[in-house]
Antibody, heavy 121, light 108 residues
Framework: EVQLVESGGGLVQPGGSLRLSCAAS????????MNWVRQAPGKGLEWVSY????????YYADSVKGRFTISRDNAKNSLYLQMNSLRAEDTAVYYC??????????????WGQGTLVTVSS | DIQMTQSPSSLSASVGDRVTITCQAS??????LNWYQQKPGKAPKLLIY???NLETGVPSRFSGSGSGTDFTFTISSLQPEDIATYYC??????????FGPGTKVDIK
């Protein structure tokens, strides 16, 4: 069974840092592209960042570029999001999501349960 | 950047009703569109991929259609367990995807 379990969320002051983790199991983690998606309280879904299966290709949303860093450790079946210079508008539930891509089709087929990040003084 | 809009933002319908949600892209995205269902407090779940393909295990009362800039998501007969927010997602500009703002569906 595919499982994605996020951790590392919590309360942090503006300007602070936090590192999120996503532990993957039930599939060959090193074969899949991964993403972080966030959802502010009562709001919609916002794609945050992407990392290729090898970790060699990375993309960020403009809203987090220069402040967040995505990474992965395929030996540990883990995905990470290092978040620096946090702002109140970064407050959200952060989901890791597995991307499946074949025959031109692309979708997020598995999601974690999410971890809440609250940026407040 | 490709912008996505959805309408309506919310709707209320009776059990058994046919429910239709539209999603519009700011530019032609071919059929590069997915639909997700998100129940309160839960992660999103993929329902439809490539605009019209039903994900394995998803009930056949859910369907999708469209291409280019205009897409439609339909629940043919609304069930109580369908109460959720539904999001479209474009993937024309991989890997930077964009979600629509969502449509909240509840029971009248």
């Amino acid at each position: 069974e595919v499982q994605l379990v996020e951790s590392g969320g919590g309360l942090v002051q503006p300007g602070g840092s936090l590192r999120l983790s996503c532990a993957a199991s039930g599939f060959t983690f090193s074969s899949y592209e991964m993403n972080w998606v966030r959802q502010a309280p009562g709001k919609g879904l916002e794609w945050v960042s992407y990392i290729s299966s090898s970790g060699s290709t990375i993309y960020y949303a403009d809203s987090v570029k220069g402040r967040f860093t995505i990474s992965r450790d395929n030996a540990k079946n883990s995905l990470y999001l290092q978040m620096n210079s946090l702002r109140a508008e970064d407050t959200a539930v952060y989901y890791c999501a597995r991307a499946s891509y074949s025959s031109g089709r692309y979708y997020f087929d598995y999601w974690g349960q999410g971890t809440l990040v609250t940026v407040s003084s | 950047d490709i912008q996505m809009t959805q309408s309506p933002s919310s709707l209320s319908a009776s059990v058994g009703d046919r429910v239709t949600i539209t999603c519009q892209a700011s530019q032609d995205i071919s059929n590069y569109l997915n639909w997700y269902q998100q129940k309160p407090g839960k992660a999103p779940k993929l329902l439809i991929y490539d605009a019209s393909n039903l994900e394995t295990g998803v009930p056949s009362r859910f369907s999708g259609s469209g291409s280019g800039t205009d897409f439609t998501f339909t629940i043919s007969s609304l069930q109580p367990e369908d109460i959720a927010t539904y999001y479209c997602q474009q993937y024309d500009n991989l890997p930077q995807v964009t979600f629509g703002p969502g449509t909240k569906v509840d029971i009248k």
